[in-house]
């Protein structure tokens, strides 16, 4: 009984925990996807933090510079530029361009320094193409100007799609100028271009009659500054422990890094985000170790499903330990109950014996005439033989469930047994209007335990006297063949309705209708006369009858050698 | 044998003596300037180039306090630095740590691929706190220098102060290879900083590091850098580089000759600088005490005739005094003035004598650094046999200088090219191609110090050297 209810609780426990995990693992592989998703999502919207970050220090960057150019336009004096130039130190070159496109300052046919004629020589294409003359702030732009209100300005933002599609034009600010005295500036923006080891920036404005006042941002200074502005690789600063931000420029080489990861050459990075205008070129790349990627996509998922997990299988174990508990703890009351009666039946079983034996001691010596006398202790007799019959079938139960029921065959013959049992019965089944037709066929002698066969046909006719009460005949005939007896009891009684044949021999089952109400019964009997029954080799079987029912007994009774009483 | 150190001792004491006897200074100023020309009597009646010196020498009075510093510590920590370098370049970070007070500032960087601020920018009010993070440095990875020095400046600014002295302070001892990592890259980073007035010493550590990288760097922001070869040798080196740090007179100096009517300004030896028509403005963005520091410049002059005089060109001089009293401003603008003038004779023999020989040793000093120069040059594109030729006759052209000035410091020139000459086959090019670097920025920036330990000086006696130096 042990080792099945664990394996039932077991079952209950399990089967539905390993459905969940099931469920859950297919629910983490598709919840997984989403998180990797959101997780790109989350380190690109870091870039694009850090984007931010640039621009906005190029913000910075731009205010200075119209600074630089007003007050150019304000001192347009060689020396004076120079002094600027010398001053300012983010700043490599400026320039002053006159409306037709010719260069003011620096002045190629004067006298140049080093400065600026390095600075003439990376910028050589600017001048020869004049494209800072076509940059889009044609007349129009000014009309245009001109007919919005003095608060308003024409901006086109960064974002604008026209000027992003169009690379190396610059963003403009058409914009009413804020101060009257300085340069009334026309347009102003960046306009960058490639010469040597990568990009170069350069900060215009322009003034109403078409001159163009600019500075270039020095490079290295620019890519110094803006590497002034990232983080660190300090701990404690990204968010994840492995990974590693690089800013790589046009040519893809890293200008700067920060992070403690070293991911393998030529890896590809998880999340590229290109810089915003005007540094479009330039490139952010989150690498991030496969191992943290993973621990950080499956952190919140597998403790969720393992959590999950854990709750219902603790849920299951306490409800199946409750369940075990409760069942357990019936189980013994039961046991409790049944060794009870056993106790009580095994105590009941000496003085009944004592008390049957004296009654038919008595009934011997009571002379033929006193009739009602003899009457009383017949009665005794039989309520004691009932009695006997109750009490050996609840002990042949307890032995049953002891395993401790055994036979023991002598040799005797089963016609002799028969009629012995029913010459018991007689009385009584004459009272209750019930006649005994025997026919007897079993006259050999063989092996047989008769107080098995008494136990048997006796809980049959019992059963016969409680329900087929006023039935009239009680068939009872033997037959034997080879080494089995087949004993068939047929009575006239109200039989047993089909569709409750088949539980009739199940223990403590008692069939429910008029017939059984009011009448006392263990509901044992059927039960174990049909485990004696298979006990002794044989079987006890409910068989079809036209009417009543009928009950064929079949032992194995091999055939004695010895002749009974011999 | 030949001893560095004795020579460099003398040296110091020689230049401290000129710029002490300097003929003529205006105002009682903590800086001197003496400017002249390298022979003020010239021939008559021919048009020639002629060289004028201005000379700036800080000037240390007792009871001086010195100037609060700003320095950045960018340390390499890449792998290449693991071992005895990165402990020695640490002991010399704390041992430089422990000579700053409460009124300064430092900040320590380390950089490997990538950039660590291990100190920001802070007083060092708590010594131990910093000992400790500097203690905690090890060495491993990749070698982000731009990166580092970035960041350096970057800490640097924060308390970016005219009176104080802002320098970043670079001990490599490899290649940058994480960001921008040509010495045009580097020498640029260099030129915007010393505009805002950071000088960045760099101070190269071993055989392996690039020499180009690292001089451009100190040279264009006016820093000094210094070559050590073995670990040993940083605390010492670190040392002079303090003592310079914490001797600064004046700060962003700038050195604007007004050549006169007739003359035109050649070239700038030596040193960054623009020349527009007449007028040459060279910035320098430091003197330190008691350490002199000059522009030449090479003018051509239109004939005089004999008997005539003439002015060449008047000098200003404008400097951000470190220890004089600040103004509402916040610091004090000094300002420094002199006519520089010279006589014409028929007389050879007068125009001889009166050479000024200060000013024609250093004329003499920049034309053999730039003929190094033009050597170093030649062997980089593979013209051994010529780089050779060029590196003898440099000898010979010291040597007749040499005969006439009786100078020690053209021996230590003399010594070292004819080295350089001897050693430029490819097994011993890379250490002469620092030495010959070390050499030309030695000269060219002027600087109290000298690291180098050619092969065959080792046995140049630290301690004198340390004391010679000290002086």
């Known amino acids: ?566 | 044998m030949f001893r560095l150190s004795a020579v460099i001792k003398g040296i110091i004491l020689t230049v401290l003596l000129a710029g002490l006897s300097g003929v003529s200074s205006l105002g009682a100023e903590e800086v001197k300037l003496h400017a002249g020309m390298a022979s003020p009597v010239m021939l008559a009646g021919k048009k020639q180039n002629a060289y004028l010196k201005v000379s700036l020498t800080g000037q240390i009075r007792a009871g001086r306090q010195r100037s609060p510093v700003n320095i950045a510590i960018v340390l390499d920590k890449s792998g290449s630095m693991s071992g005895e370098k990165i402990e020695k370049a640490k002991e010399a970070a704390i041992v430089a740590l422990r000579s700053l007070d409460a009124n300064d500032i430092i900040s320590v960087i380390t950089y490997d691929s990538t950039v660590q601020v291990l100190v920001p920018a802070t007083k060092v009010s708590d010594k131990e706190v910093l000992i400790s993070a500097i203690n905690r440095i090890s060495a491993g990875g990749n070698t982000a220098l731009f990166g580092g020095v970035s960041k350096g400046a970057q800490e640097v600014r924060k308390f970016l102060q005219k009176n104080r002295v802002n320098r970043i302070i670079l001990i490599s001892d490899g290649l940058a290879n994480v960001g921008p990592s040509t010495p045009a890259e580097l020498g640029g980073l260099g030129s915007s900083l010393i505009k805002e007035g950071i000088s960045v010493t760099t101070i190269g550590l071993g055989l392996d590091y690039n020499e180009d990288l690292m001089t451009t760097l100190a040279v264009k922001s006016d820093g000094n850098h210094a070559f050590v070869e073995h670990a040993g040798d940083l605390a010492r080196i670190f040392d002079y580089e303090f003592g310079d740090v914490l001797s600064v007179i004046a700060q962003a100096v700038e050195v604007r000759i007004t050549c006169n009517e007739g003359i035109r300004p050649v070239r700038v030896l030596g040193r960054e600088a623009e020349i527009d028509g007449r007028e040459v403005v060279v910035i320098l963005n430091q003197i330190y005490g008691e350490q002199e520091k000059y522009v030449l410049l090479e003018v051509e002059v239109p004939p005089v005739a004999d008997g005539g005089s003439m002015e060449i060109a008047s000098v200003d001089i404008y400097y951000a005094g470190m220890t004089s009293k600040k103004t509402k401003g916040g610091h004090r603008r000094g300002h420094l003035h002199q006519k520089v003038s010279a006589t014409f004779s028929n007389s050879a023999e007068s125009a001889a004598a009166s050479m000024d020989k200060d000013v024609m040793l250093a004329v003499i000093e920049s034309i053999a650094n730039e003929t190094n120069e033009l050597a170093l040059d030649l062997r980089d594109t593979g013209k051994t046999q010529e780089a050779q030729q060029c590196l003898n006759d440099n000898v010979l052209y010291l040597k007749t200088w040499e005969k006439l000035m009786n100078s020690p410091k053209l021996r230590i020139l003399i010594e070292y090219n004819r080295q350089h000459s001897e050693n430029l086959d490819p097994e011993k090019w890379k250490q002469t191609r620092k030495g010959m670097r070390n050499l030309q920025n030695w000269v060219k920036s002027q600087q109290s110090y000298n690291s180098q330990n050619d092969e065959d000086n080792d046995d140049n006696d630290d301690d004198k050297q340390q004391e010679g130096q000290a002086k």
């Not at chain 1, 983490?28 to 989403?34: G, K, L, N």
């Not at chain 1, 002045?107 to 001048?127: V, Y």
């Not at chain 1, 169009?166 to 306009?191: A, E, T």
């Not at chain 1, 960058?192 to 170069?200: D, K, T």
Request: with cysteine; charged share 25%.
């Open chain 1, 1 to 566: 009984m042990k080792p099945r209810l664990f394996i039932i609780f077991l079952l209950i426990v399990l089967m539905p925990l390993a459905l969940l995990a099931w469920m859950g693992r297919r629910m983490v592989r598709d919840e997984r996807e989403i998180v990797r998703h959101q997780f790109e999502n989350l380190l690109e919207s870091q870039l694009r933090d850090i984007d931010t970050l640039i621009m906005k220090f190029l913000q910075e960057r731009e205010r200075h510079l119209q600074d630089i150019t007003d007050r150019i336009y304000s001192d347009m004096e060689k020396s004076s530029i120079r002094a600027l130039i010398r001053k300012e130190s983010i700043i490599s070159q400026a320039f002053v361009m006159d409306p037709k496109g010719r260069l003011v300052y620096p002045d190629q046919t004067g006298a140049l320094n080093n400065n600026e004629k390095a600075f003439l020589d990376r910028s050589r294409q600017i001048w020869m193409n004049k494209e800072l003359l076509h940059l889009p702030v044609a007349e129009q732009d000014i009309s245009q100007v001109e007919e919005f209100e003095p608060q308003q300005a024409i901006s086109y933002s960064r974002n604008d799609e026209q000027i992003a599609q169009v690379q190396n034009k610059p963003v403009q600010q058409v914009s009413i100028p804020q101060n009257m005295n300085i340069l009334i500036s026309q347009g102003r923006g960046w306009y960058l271009w490639y010469w040597g080891r990568g990009i170069h920036l350069l900060y215009w404005q322009k003034d109403a009659y078409g001159s163009v006042i600019g500075a270039e941002l020095d490079r290295v200074r620019l890519i110094s500054d803006i590497i002034g502005e990232l983080p660190d690789t300090s701990p404690g600063k990204s968010s994840f422990a492995e990974s590693l931000i690089t800013l790589t420029d046009s040519k893809g080489s890293v200008i700067y890094q920060w992070g403690a990861y070293e991911p393998p050459e030529n890896a590809t990075p998880k999340v590229s985000y290109p810089l915003s205008h005007p540094l479009q070129s330039w490139k952010l790349n989150y690498h991030i170790s496969h191992g943290e990627m993973e621990a950080v996509i499956n952190r919140g998922l597998w403790f969720n499903l393992f959590s999950g997990l854990a709750a219902v299988g603790l849920a299951l174990v306490g409800l199946a330990f409750y369940f075990y508990r409760e069942s357990s703890r019936e189980i013994r009351q039961a046991t409790q109950r049944v060794n009870f009666v056993n106790q009580v039946s095994h105590e009941l079983k000496t003085p009944l014996t004592n008390i049957r034996m004296y009654a038919e001691l008595l009934e011997n010596e009571l002379d033929e005439e006193q009739g009602r006398g003899r009457n009383h202790l017949d009665v005794i007799v039989t309520e004691s033989q009932r009695l006997s019959r109750l009490i050996a079938n609840v002990l042949t139960f307890a032995r049953k469930k002891k395993s401790q029921l055994t036979i023991r065959k002598t040799p005797g013959v089963i016609d002799d047994t028969m009629q012995m049992i029913i010459d018991g019965f007689q009385p009584t089944l004459k009272a209750k209007g019930i006649t005994i037709c025997f026919d007897g066929n079993a006259a050999g002698s063989v092996l047989f335990d008769p107080d098995i066969l008494a136990q048997i046909v006796g809980n049959l006719i019992n059963n016969v006297e409680k329900y087929a009460t006023g039935s009239g005949e009680l068939k009872i005939a033997t037959g034997q063949e080879g080494g089995s007896t087949k004993i068939t009891i047929a009575d006239q009684g109200p039989g047993i309705p089909e569709g409750q044949q088949g539980k009739i021999f199940q223990p403590f089952y008692r069939l429910s209708n008029k017939l059984t109400d009011g009448i006392a019964g263990t509901g044992i009997g059927l039960t174990i006369s049909r485990e004696l029954a298979k006990k002794h080799g044989g079987d006890l079987r409910l068989i079809h009858a036209d009417k009543g029912a009928c009950f064929q007994l079949v032992l194995d009774t091999p055939t004695s050698e010895n002749k009974p009483g011999g």
